[in-house]
T-cell receptor, first 115, second 110 residues
Framework: NAGVMQNPRHLVRRRGQEARLRCSPM?????VYWYRQLPEEGLKFMVY????????ESGMPKERFSAEFPKEGPSILRIQQVVRGDSAAYFC?????????????FGQGTRLTVV | GQSLEQPSEVTAVEGAIVQINCTYQ??????LSWYQQHDGGAPTFLSY????GLEETGRFSSFLSRSDSYGYLLLQELQMKDSASYFC???????????FGDGTTLTVKP
């Protein structure tokens, strides 16, 4: 049973370009979460999605950032017109949901560098 | 809002016991989790406490006191491979949506 898969592992973009980060949850998991981590800091919640629905985007910047989790395929975190401050590690996590939802499983992350 | 405080760094020697404390402020509490992260890799779930008391999993134990808004992670028989960052996190009803502390960097020395 493969874990949470994220790609790419490393992504370099020039200022103004678009970044697309992909996340495939663990098999059987229908809940996906995106986090951002700056160096020497904790993970900051961005958005929580279920298939075809954004459940909570309270941590998402209002501009340039969007996320989706289509019926088929991975979840996508999209950052338009990237700036240097977007450089960070972006982690995706998944969980099964339901009453026993006490553990989230994280992917290896995508390290975005904006040059 | 929610906020968590934990020490930024802890150093201990191999074979010792170390305790990493975490205090939190939250408007709604569903549980306290602990995660381990090596060198910026994938955070790995260690433990979860929803009720007061001690949860033991091998060399790792986690404690929660809801009345004190306080918990700790206890690592016993430290090994070099335990050198990592450890994060406490306050859960929402969904495990994946959590508020994380800034992490404690544990260095285990020979």
């Amino acid at each position: 049973n493969a874990g949470v898969m994220q790609n790419p592992r490393h992504l370099v973009r020039r200022r103004g370009q678009e970044a697309r980060l992909r996340c495939s949850p663990m098999k059987g998991h229908s809940h996906v979460y995106w986090y951002r981590q700056l160096p020497e800091e904790g993970l900051k919640f961005m958005v929580y999605l279920q298939k075809e629905n954004i459940i909570d985007e309270s941590g998402m910047p209002k501009e340039r950032f969007s996320a989706e989790f289509p019926k088929e395929g991975p979840s996508i975190l999209r950052i338009q017109q990237v700036v240097r401050g977007d450089s960070a590690a972006y982690f995706c996590a998944s969980s099964p949901g339901g009453s026993r939802d006490t553990e989230a499983f994280f992917g290896q992350g995508t390290r975005l560098t904006v040059v | 809002g929610q906020s968590l405080e934990q020490p930024s760094e802890v150093t201990a020697v191999e074979g010792a016991i170390v305790q990493i404390n975490c205090t939190y402020q939250t408007s709604g509490f569903y549980g306290l989790s602990w995660y381990q992260q090596h060198d910026g890799g994938a955070p790995t779930f260690l433990s979860y406490n929803a009720l007061d008391g001690l949860e033991e999993t091998g060399r790792f134990s986690s404690f929660l006191s809801r009345s004190d808004s306080y918990g700790y992670l206890l690592l016993q028989e430290l090994q070099m491979k335990d050198s990592a960052s450890y994060f406490c996190a306050v859960n929402s009803p969904n495990a994946g949506k959590s508020t994380f502390g800034d992490g404690t960097t544990l260095t285990v020395k020979p």
